[in-house]
Nanobody, 122 residues
Framework: QVQLAESGGGLVQAGGSLTLSCAAS????????MGWFRHAPGKEREFVAV???????EYADSVKGRFTIPRDNAKNTVYLRMFSLKPDDTAAYYC????????????????WGQGTQVTVSS
């Protein structure tokens, strides 16, 4: 129903900032809760942030205060704005969409992008 495409990943120094984009097509962004997850080698896919249908945002404790997840309805795009990046933030980042209610578990998300790599150097 909806296709997601992430972009904006890259290499950044510790303490720097980066903004990821997730463009949705084939559906209205406002019909879904939009989440960001990340997957580092050797680790399970981890919840990062979500913006609910209402616009309320929630964040993992590890990124709270450093990441934000704004939404641009006109562009049908959500973002992950990251600052004060740490080497531990290095991972492939994925956006995902769901019509379900369990917003912090990857298995509950119905649609996924292909991911974009973020690498934070020391």
């Amino acid at each position: 129903q909806v296709q997601l495409a992430e972009s904006g990943g890259g290499l950044v120094q510790a303490g720097g900032s980066l903004t990821l984009s997730c463009a949705a097509s084939g559906g209205r962004l406002s019909d879904y809760a939009m989440g960001w997850f990340r997957h580092a080698p050797g680790k399970e896919r981890e919840f990062v942030a979500v913006i609910r249908w209402s616009g309320r945002t929630e964040y993992a404790d590890s990124v709270k205060g450093r990441f934000t997840i704004p939404r641009d309805n006109a562009k049908n795009t959500v973002y992950l704005r990251m600052f004060s990046l740490k080497p531990d933030d290095t991972a492939a980042y994925y956006c995902a969409a769901t019509t379900r209610f369990a917003l912090y578990t990857a298995a509950e998300y119905e649609y996924w992008g292909q991911g974009t790599q973020v690498t934070v150097s020391s």
